[in-house]
């Protein structure tokens, strides 16, 4: 397992925390986000913004607790997956296409901020 070594785990820290605010956001105001990403479009059921939102409190938990590599490649997969899948959800329900593409934006934005911190942690290791 690489360890981060002292400058490492900052950026890491930061993707994690960032992680967490948008995961209390969709959690606690899951109706209002909801409503935010949809624009014209059908609105999501707040459920499933309030899970997906306690997935990412707990991913950025989990960056925080521990800011290390293999947990920083998982989150960055997990990310990636979610943003594909979110493109696959868009395609099949076409109603939800702009919260769906807004939801595959957002994650992989993050992919790729998990991505910058992956490249600053192997170089520090």
């Not at 997969?77 to 329900?93: C, E, F, N, P, Y």
């Not at 702009?98 to 170089?123: K, M």
């Amino acid at each position: 397992m690489t360890k981060i070594r002292p400058k490492g785990p900052a950026g890491v820290r930061i993707w994690g925390a960032a992680t967490m605010v948008v995961g209390v956001a969709m959690t606690i105001r899951g109706r209002r986000v909801a409503e935010a990403v949809s624009g014209s479009g059908a609105v999501p059921n707040p459920a499933v913004v309030r899970i997906l939102g306690g997935r990412q409190l707990l991913q950025g938990g989990a960056l925080l607790i521990r800011p290390e590599s293999p947990l920083v490649i998982g989150a960055l997969a997990v990310d990636a997956l979610h943003a594909t899948s979110m493109v696959g959800a868009a395609i099949v329900w076409p109603r939800y296409r702009r919260a769906a593409l807004t939801s595959a934006a957002v994650a992989t934005a993050s992919a790729g901020a998990g991505a910058l911190v992956l490249r600053g942690v192997l170089r520090t290791a």
